[in-house]
């Protein structure tokens, strides 16, 4: 008994840890991150080889997952993000629900609005926001 509480400190310890690094991450890029919500106006999905613009922009996505999402569906969800940038920073906050985090590049005209409504659509994603990184 005394070693599963051992154990269980240990990986919360381990848990506070990747947090706070990933945290600290957000601290030093920029200070406020301006998201961006899909609107009810009828817009053409963007896909990854539509209406390119001269120089990539970079994008912050958040996923907020709800409780009947499986490792599947994240993997899901991650290679849809990768289909926009294969060099993709996709980190999953492993609470529960889980929350993924991606920064990006893409060339994509209308990239928040098209990935927004994609993840929106996702039966095991509870809300998705994009905005400039």
Same mark, same amino acid.
């Given at each position: 008994?005394? $070693? @599963?509480?051992? /154990?269980? *400190?240990?990986?919360?310890?381990?848990?506070?840890?990747?947090? %706070?690094?990933?945290? /600290? +991450?957000?601290? +030093?890029? #920029?200070? %406020?991150?301006?998201? @961006? *919500?899909? *609107? %009810?106006?009828? *817009?053409?999905? @963007?896909?990854?080889?539509?209406?390119?613009?001269?120089t990539a922009a970079r994008y912050e996505v958040t996923v907020r997952f709800n409780t009947s999402v499986t490792q599947d569906d994240?993997?899901?969800?991650? @290679?849809? !993000?990768?289909?926009?940038?294969?060099? !993709?920073? &996709?980190?999953? $906050? +492993?609470?529960?629900?889980?929350? /993924?985090? #991606? !920064?990006?590049?893409?060339?994509?005209?209308? &990239?928040?609005? %098209?990935? +927004? #409504?994609? !993840?929106? #659509?996702?039966?095991?994603?509870?809300?998705?926001?994009? /905005?400039?990184?």
């Open positions: 008994m005394r $070693m @599963a509480s051992v /154990g269980i *400190t240990l990986l919360v310890g381990i848990c506070l840890v990747v947090l %706070a690094a990933a945290c /600290g +991450e957000g601290e +030093e890029e #920029a200070t %406020a991150t301006p998201t @961006a *919500t899909a *609107t %009810a106006t009828a *817009t053409a999905i @963007a896909s990854p080889t539509e209406s390119p613009t001269p994240i993997d899901e969800v991650s @290679a849809l !993000l990768r289909a926009y940038d294969d060099d !993709l920073e &996709f980190l999953i $906050m +492993e609470l529960w629900p889980p929350i /993924g985090r #991606a !920064l990006l590049a893409t060339n994509v005209a209308n &990239f928040c609005q %098209a990935v +927004e #409504a994609k !993840l929106k #659509a996702k039966s095991y994603v509870d809300d998705a926001s994009c /905005g400039p990184a």
